[in-house]
């Protein structure tokens, strides 16, 4: 199977998803869309109202945010693959509970194998979860690691500039990293089976 077949099998199931009580309330499940050999992979928290209505990730407020902080490092949403830790809203935009993002994590688990990205980006605490275990967001935004060969980042979401002004020059001046990290991997990872973006995708580089 490949990558597109394999996203698009994820996005079926998604769709069709019971396995957790956010099903019930669900308007459209949100599995992520990008494409599926994206060297960069967002991971937010969940859908909010708008998601929801149209069945795709990062639409509203915080989506419109998401495209100026990509377009101030030359990249459009349409060549990164965004996605969520769960894939259908949490009723009133409650954070995701830890019973609904462990029965979530499967779908998560496959997109990462399908797509294989080269960095990560965590955006949120729930994302940045999986990687940096308890640290607080507050200490690590900005941070990269390494794991299982790929480097992860964590930020703050977005939608925490909207209700946190204070934050939004924080996640701007975060997102001036990734360009230089994103470099170090390319650099790093010439023996790799999938290079990561070259100059003509990233014209910054
Ligand atoms: S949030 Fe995930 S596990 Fe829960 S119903 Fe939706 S797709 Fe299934």
Redesign the pocket.
Known sequence: MTAIEELAQIAKE?SG????S??SS?KN?VPGEGPADSSLLFIGEGPGFHENEQGRPFVGAAGKFLEELLASIRLSREQVFICNV???RPPGNRDPQPD?IE??RA?LDRQIAAIQPKVIVTLGRFSMARYFGASKISSVHGQAKTVDGRLVVAMFHPAAALHQPDLKQTIKDDFQKLPALIEEVRKLDSAGSKPVPDATQLPMF
């Open positions: 998604v998803c019971t396995s957790c956010l099903h669900r499940a769960v894939k259908c609904e029965a979530c779908y």
